[in-house]
């Protein structure tokens, strides 16, 4: 299917918007009508037609002014991208994958023709054509993590595995909620997630990462995680706190539908064969709650969620102001009529 | 329930390498290349003996760039359980057989500045596939090979042939040449680290003396795959399954779920991963824990089994499977 690609910002005047064909598609996270966190990852394999599990890494409209938005962050800040020395093997594995399957699942986009060593790497949408020497860092304008994830949607961490734990030795993260690469570089699994609060205690880390030391080789495994956003905004980072943290103040009952948008991260876990590394893609959806209610189930079940949600929970996701506003809004969509299980529309 | 990624492949060749030893080599049936993976990788390979399932892990030793084929070294152990006399007497040119994807317990520490290698007898293996990245990556390294006669020694001439004899040091013990173990350890720079596979005394000796030396654990590794032990059989009740089952004299209690249709999670079969970790409800009798994953507290609390290398000795025992 061949895409047509939006001409949009995620910044200054916001235009980002999602089609209707994109909102049916949209990650929906909640699969019931309360939260809670859990070990909640499945096998990352193919799923419906017309979501975004359809191919298991997503190509979608926003695709090229996601791209652009990514180049901007890096032009004011090119710690957002780092690599640890030893990761250089992991970083081609990386290569390797992102360009296997945007070639394979999107051939009208993207062409990836291997002679041995020798590679060619075509990206139409960004109109790239490279001939590289697979290996050879030289032969590329970027080093690979950097040349390829500038051409892949979603952020991306690359995990070392040693001492029985995983290390953030390499990243590319540019959409992030509200952390850092830079802070992070070099910390274990445990220290990453030393802020998320109540998860820890139900010893939800300790068997994620038993869980992610055992990830096989052509077993990927994906979750969804979640969070809300004022305003189409992909970079909400700690560096960048001063420009979006104040856009919460600026949510009314008038604008709240069109200011805020769920934010969904389809995280998925690659195990890489060659460094036995595992790469962390962190994929963001962003929709407004005007688009949202269009799914009558979704309307519904979403004030649920809000409602039910612990302080902690509501306190680290940075809700507390806005979540009444929410509610109060979203009440004219929630008949009190019962939803179906799952997360996709009825 | 897990994904099966499981490959069907066929014998392309096998070598007679030592009198006890032989090479196989395996090539997908479906045309395909083998997935790529990295040094001290090993595969699961399922045997079919007469209707008898058989699965034994072996660490790959084929080049890691190629993926036309992976290959495999088998020692033939006298009074094994089987699967390398299956291996060694009925594996032909042309049969088949099903690996699974290769999993990775024995990675290089790719920060590591120099990297020094201990191999006894058939734990050469997973070092062969080690040492051609660290070769194509320019990576320091050295290997220490102790092995009884240079008849029965699998592949030292080869790597001597190939990377010289700076870095490759053979020891044999019919000529009273052991490795100095001490020495070794004692003059190594920053950044090194240390690696071993072998008989289990040998592994022991080796990461005593450099615990003894001053080496940080964090720089030292080890590969040791237990081959479930040999017992008397007794009787398992596996609750969630229904299975009333008996676990056979050489048998493993996986093994014996595994003939009974039941699903366990397993990843290396030789109680070093944590995969099969299970749950157990009760336990009328002694449980024998071979494993090197559990901690010696859980071991005691008699909680939990790692049901691919562990056993019991007693009336019953039931487990959460």
Same mark, same amino acid.
């Not at chain 1, 959409?175 to 139900?202: C, K, R, Y």
């Not at chain 2, 092995?147 to 009273?176: C, F, M, N, T």
């Given at each position: 299917m061949t895409i047509t690609f939006r001409n949009e910002t995620f910044r200054d005047d916001f235009t980002f918007r999602n089609s209707l064909y994109n909102i049916r598609r949209f990650p929906f996270p909640f699969d019931r009508d309360e939260y809670m966190y859990s070990v909640n990852m499945e096998p990352h394999v193919r799923g419906k037609k017309d979501s975004v599990f359809e191919n298991l890494i997503d190509v979608d409209e926003h695709y090229v002014a996601e791209m652009q938005d990514r180049a901007i962050v890096l032009k004011e800040d090119p710690l957002r991208c780092q690599a640890l020395p030893h990761m250089m093997t992991?970083?081609?594995?990386?290569?390797? $994958?992102?360009?296997?399957?945007?070639?394979?699942?999107?051939?009208?986009?993207? @062409?990836? =023709?291997? +002679?041995?060593d020798r590679w060619r790497w075509i990206n139409r949408p960004l109109g790239i054509d490279d001939t590289f020497t697979f290996g050879d860092p030289s032969t590329l304008p970027y080093p690979p993590m950097e040349y390829i994830t500038r051409q892949a949607q979603g952020d991306f961490c690359i995990v070392d595995q040693r001492d029985n734990n995983l290390w953030m030795d390499a990243g590319m993260?540019?959409?992030?909620?509200?952390?850092?690469?830079?802070?992070?570089?070099?910390?274990?699994?445990?220290?990453?997630?030393?802020?998320?609060?109540?998860?820890?205690?139900?010893?939800?880390?300790?068997?994620?990462?038993?869980?992610? $030391?055992?990830?096989?080789?052509?077993?990927?495994?994906?979750?969804?995680?979640? @969070?809300? =956003?004022? +305003?189409?905004?992909?970079?909400?980072?700690?560096?960048?706190?001063?420009?979006?943290?104040?856009?919460?103040?600026?949510?009314?009952?008038?604008?709240?539908?069109?200011?805020?948008?769920?934010r969904v991260e389809l995280q998925s876990l690659w195990r890489l064969p060659r460094s036995n590394a595992i790469l962390f893609v962190i994929r963001c959806y962003l929709i407004s709650l005007n688009e949202l209610v269009t799914v009558p189930k979704w309307g519904r079940r979403l004030p649920r969620v809000l409602k039910s949600l612990p302080p902690e929970i509501v306190d680290y996701k940075g809700l507390t102001r806005n979540r009444p506003i929410m509610i109060d809004w979203l009440a004219k969509y929630d008949d009190g009529a019962p939803t179906s299980a799952g997360i996709h529309p009825d | 329930m897990s994904l099966n990624t499981d490959m069907p492949v066929r014998v392309a060749d096998v070598t007679q390498v030592t009198d006890l030893v032989k090479r196989f080599r395996f090539e997908r049936l479906d045309g395909h290349p083998m997935p790529f993976f990295s040094g001290g990788a090993h595969v699961v390979v399922s045997m079919n003996d007469n209707g008898l399932l058989r699965r034994n892990p072996y660490s790959l030793m084929s080049n890691p760039d190629d993926n036309s084929a992976y290959e495999i070294s088998v020692l033939r152990v006298p009074n094994s359980r089987g699967g390398s006399i299956f291996m060694h007497k009925q594996v032909k040119p042309g049969d088949q057989l099903i690996v699974s994807q290769p999993v990775n317990l024995f990675a290089p520490d790719h920060r590591g500045r120099k990297h020094i290698l201990f191999a006894g007898g058939i734990g050469i293996t997973p070092f062969i596939a080690m040492m051609e990245q660290f070769s194509r990556d320019n990576i320091?390294?050295?290997?220490?090979?102790?092995?009884?006669?240079?008849?029965?020694?699998?592949?030292?001439?080869?790597?001597?042939?190939?990377?010289?004899?700076?870095?490759?040091?053979?020891?044999?013990?019919?000529?009273?040449?052991?490795?100095?173990?001490?020495e070794i350890a004692d003059n190594q720079p920053l950044g090194t680290h240390l690696y071993v596979c072998g008989p289990a005394g040998m592994i022991d000796g080796v990461l005593m003396t450099a615990l003894k030396a001053g080496w940080p654990k964090e720089n030292l590794h080890s590969e040791r795959f237990l081959a479930p032990p040999a017992g008397l059989p007794f009787q398992v009740f596996l609750e969630k399954s229904n299975i009333h089952m008996t676990v056979g004299e050489h048998q493993s209690i996986l093994e014996a779920a595994e003939a009974h249709g039941c699903d366990a999670p397993y990843l290396c079969r030789g109680g070093a991963c944590g995969q099969c970790e299970t749950a157990v409800s009760s336990c009328d009798g002694t449980l024998e824990h071979n494993d090197i994953y559990l901690s010696d507290e859980e071991k005691a609390s008699g909680k939990k089994i790692m049901i691919c290398v562990s056993r019991f000795k007693g009336q019953q025992l039931v487990l959460q499977l």
């Open positions: 992991a970083q081609w594995d990386t290569l390797e $994958l992102l360009m296997e399957h945007q070639a394979r699942d999107y051939p009208e986009h993207f @062409t990836l =023709t291997k +002679n041995g993260v540019t959409t992030q909620a509200d952390w850092s690469l830079d802070f992070d570089i070099g910390m274990n699994f445990m220290e990453w997630h030393g802020p998320v609060p109540l998860a820890h205690q139900i010893g939800v880390f300790d068997r994620a990462l038993k869980f992610l $030391l055992n990830l096989q080789q052509g077993k990927p495994t994906r979750r969804l995680n979640w @969070t809300m =956003t004022v +305003n189409p905004r992909l970079d909400t980072s700690p560096e960048n706190y001063h420009k979006w943290g104040p856009d919460r103040t600026t949510v009314t009952p008038e604008n709240v539908g069109d200011k805020m948008h769920l | 320091a390294f050295e290997l220490h090979y102790a092995i009884r006669s240079r008849a029965h020694g699998a592949y030292w001439q080869q790597l001597l042939d190939r990377y010289g004899p700076r870095r490759i040091k053979i020891y044999v013990d019919e000529e009273k040449t052991t490795i100095p173990v001490a």
